[in-house]
């Protein structure tokens, strides 16, 4: 890619994936993520390449395979050669982005299109939500993609079973529940049930959101970036070209440190020279949820 490729170089904010199947729930989750549609209404990201969304309100682009860029009009990103564009570049002012980007990925299993459009995305990303659809939760084709993913990007990844509400007794959901963490031990960082479109509909009434299985997912979420900005700040490679069973190697760690997050260094290091600390005021984490949180 070009260096106008937003790939190293630079303090970054961790990447979040947002992945599933066709119809898993991806469109909700960024509708509820980013508190508004960011796609116009006749759009749907299945049928684009992978739309990479940060904040701002900067004009939008396709990142073309060969690395040049080109302006696009939102309303038009159907037109966007699928096969001829790494990404689209979208910038959207919502709470969420400025914490992280988010990266809506097509659905992995359209036999419309080439796997090869969202896999050679999967390098930038630091991490992924998963959607899998309730009524068929984690199929294999399912786990043979998840198959290939490093640990780095597994371990901060989140598993949604979406539409949830669609299994009516307990003993369904009890059941589905079961086996999908079975399937998926150590593969997540964490197993969410959840209605998308529920949580969606909530609103400010806070009983509807819990009744969602919302709040819980919304947490771990609120955690993953923290954790995940702190490792973006010293990291010029995302998570992904971590290889299974390495820790980040030292070759990538950053020289020069963001400036917020060497002045925490700094401040630890007076700590173990000073029998009385000052306070440290160089925190790295998001102040304040990104989302409502329960």
Same mark, same amino acid.
């Not at 659809?133 to 979406?162: C, F, G, K, Y």
């Given at each position: 890619m070009s260096e106008e490729t937003p790939t190293t170089g630079g303090p970054r904010k961790p990447r979040i994936a947002l992945m599933g199947e066709f119809s898993a729930g991806k469109s909700t989750l960024s509708n509820l993520l980013m508190g508004s549609r960011p796609l116009p209404e006749k759009v749907t990201a299945t049928r684009l390449s992978p739309v990479w969304m940060s904040q701002g309100n900067d004009t939008p682009y396709r990142i073309g395979t060969d690395g040049t860029t080109e302006p696009i009009s939102i309303d038009q990103l159907e037109s966007v050669p699928v096969e001829e564009t790494f990404a689209i570049r979208l910038f959207v002012d919502a709470d969420i982005l400025s914490v992280c980007d988010l990266i809506d990925f097509p659905g992995i299993s359209d036999p419309n299109m080439s796997s090869e459009v969202w896999e050679r995305v999967l390098p930038e990303v630091d991490a992924v939500i998963w959607c899998t659809h309730a009524t068929q939760a984690w199929r294999q084709s399912e786990a043979a993609v998840w198959d290939t993913m490093p640990d780095a990007v597994r371990n901060h990844s989140i598993l949604l079973v979406t539409r949830f509400d669609k299994l009516t007794s307990e003993r369904d959901r009890s059941r589905v529940i079961k086996r999908v963490s079975r399937e998926t031990a150590?593969?997540? /960082?964490?197993?969410?049930?959840? /209605?998308?479109?529920?949580?969606?509909?909530?609103?400010?009434?806070?009983?509807?959101?819990?009744? /969602?299985?919302?709040g819980p997912f919304v947490n771990r979420l609120i955690e993953t970036i923290e954790t995940l900005t702190k490792i973006a700040a010293r990291t010029e490679l995302p998570l992904y070209n971590i290889p299974n069973g390495q820790p980040i190697p030292d070759r990538i760690l950053r020289s020069v440190a963001p400036r917020r997050v060497q002045r925490s260094r700094d401040g630890e290091a007076s700590k173990r020279e000073r029998p009385a600390a000052e306070p440290d005021t160089g925190d790295t984490t998001p102040q304040g949820p990104i989302l409502r949180s329960s």
């Amino acid at each position: 890619m070009s260096e106008e490729t937003p790939t190293t170089g630079g303090p970054r904010k961790p990447r979040i994936a947002l992945m599933g199947e066709f119809s898993a729930g991806k469109s909700t989750l960024s509708n509820l993520l980013m508190g508004s549609r960011p796609l116009p209404e006749k759009v749907t990201a299945t049928r684009l390449s992978p739309v990479w969304m940060s904040q701002g309100n900067d004009t939008p682009y396709r990142i073309g395979t060969d690395g040049t860029t080109e302006p696009i009009s939102i309303d038009q990103l159907e037109s966007v050669p699928v096969e001829e564009t790494f990404a689209i570049r979208l910038f959207v002012d919502a709470d969420i982005l400025s914490v992280c980007d988010l990266i809506d990925f097509p659905g992995i299993s359209d036999p419309n299109m080439s796997s090869e459009v969202w896999e050679r995305v999967l390098p930038e990303v630091d991490a992924v939500i998963w959607c899998t659809h309730a009524t068929q939760a984690w199929r294999q084709s399912e786990a043979a993609v998840w198959d290939t993913m490093p640990d780095a990007v597994r371990n901060h990844s989140i598993l949604l079973v979406t539409r949830f509400d669609k299994l009516t007794s307990e003993r369904d959901r009890s059941r589905v529940i079961k086996r999908v963490s079975r399937e998926t031990a150590g593969l997540f /960082s964490g197993i969410y049930p959840v /209605s998308l479109l529920q949580a969606l509909a909530a609103g400010e009434d806070q009983d509807r959101w819990d009744a /969602s299985g919302a709040g819980p997912f919304v947490n771990r979420l609120i955690e993953t970036i923290e954790t995940l900005t702190k490792i973006a700040a010293r990291t010029e490679l995302p998570l992904y070209n971590i290889p299974n069973g390495q820790p980040i190697p030292d070759r990538i760690l950053r020289s020069v440190a963001p400036r917020r997050v060497q002045r925490s260094r700094d401040g630890e290091a007076s700590k173990r020279e000073r029998p009385a600390a000052e306070p440290d005021t160089g925190d790295t984490t998001p102040q304040g949820p990104i989302l409502r949180s329960s």
